[in-house]
């Protein structure tokens, strides 16, 4: 089986697939202080859970916006599973051309979502990944990366405002029962919520004039589903994107070689 890890700013997300089919996925914090014996122990915890041991892994993938953390889960990898991951970042093969102005700016992850949902969908698609960033990650029809644009994530605005405040409070991210809130909490709520659905259907319609062609819009990360519920301007949601695009790019590098 392959195992495909994906290091990201606040979750860690990992996927066990056999052939094409996700058999098995989870995700944990990404703590940056832990060393390769403490991430060897969640892992065996993980595996032990869903009934799988390191036996059933003869390879792994991994991407990481985290650059502490790559040397600690490739050096864990490598003793678990016997063989060195396949890493995504500069020189791998991952067939996407990449037409920023500086392709060496664009993090792993983002390369890989593209590739998935160009091999998904095909045509012209824009990815929202709404994680620790909120990303518009825009392909073209062809597969290439045309850039996108970057802004704060849900999460991380909701734990800004608490810290740089003085009054106003930690709220749990739920929809609230209408736009004009009536207390702190629901006004905070609606702000968050209704503001960030505004912010995306109004990125996506940039995004689309711009490039002048109907485009698949595919939704990613932990707070897709509660975006995605207060629009209709997203067309799927695939929290699996990442984990797939890395399984992807094996395929390809496994095929390249031989």
């Not at 016997?82 to 700016?105: F, Y």
């Not at 734990?159 to 409070?169: D, G, K, M, N, W």
């Not at 301007?233 to 031989?258: E, F, H, S």
């Amino acid at each position: 089986m392959l195992l495909a890890v994906d290091i990201g700013n606040t979750e860690t997300t990992w996927g066990l697939f056999e052939g094409d089919t996700l058999k098995a996925r989870w995700s944990t914090a990404t703590v940056i202080n832990r060393s390769v014996d403490d991430y060897r122990i969640v892992f065996s915890n993980l595996l032990e859970d869903r009934g799988f041991s390191t036996h059933d892994i003869s390879r792994s993938v991994m991407c990481s916006v985290v650059p502490p953390l790559s040397v600690v889960f490739e050096e864990m990898l490598k003793q678990k599973i016997g063989t060195s991951p396949l890493v995504v970042e500069a020189g791998i093969k991952t067939g996407v051309r990449i037409r920023m102005d500086n392709p060496r700016e664009v993090g792993a992850d983002r390369i890989v979502d593209a590739l998935a949902a160009h091999t998904l969908y095909r045509g012209a698609v824009i990815i929202v990944d709404m994680g620790t960033a909120t990303t518009f990650d825009t392909v073209s029809a062809e597969g290439d990366y045309l850039g996108g644009a970057i802004a704060p994530g849900l999460k991380t605005s909701i734990e800004s405002l608490y810290t740089r405040t003085a009054v106003l409070p930690r709220i749990e991210l739920a929809r609230p029962e209408k736009v004009i809130g009536t207390n702190t909490i629901s006004a905070m709520q609606s702000g968050f919520i209704f503001g960030y659905v505004e912010l995306i259907e109004g990125m996506v319609k940039r995004i689309k004039k711009e490039l002048g062609s109907p485009a698949t819009v595919v939704a990613t990360g932990g707070l897709a589903h509660i975006i995605a519920n207060e629009t209709d301007i997203i067309d799927t949601i695939n929290p699996d994107l990442t984990l797939i695009g890395l399984k992807t790019v094996y395929q390809l590098n496994r095929k390249a070689k031989g």
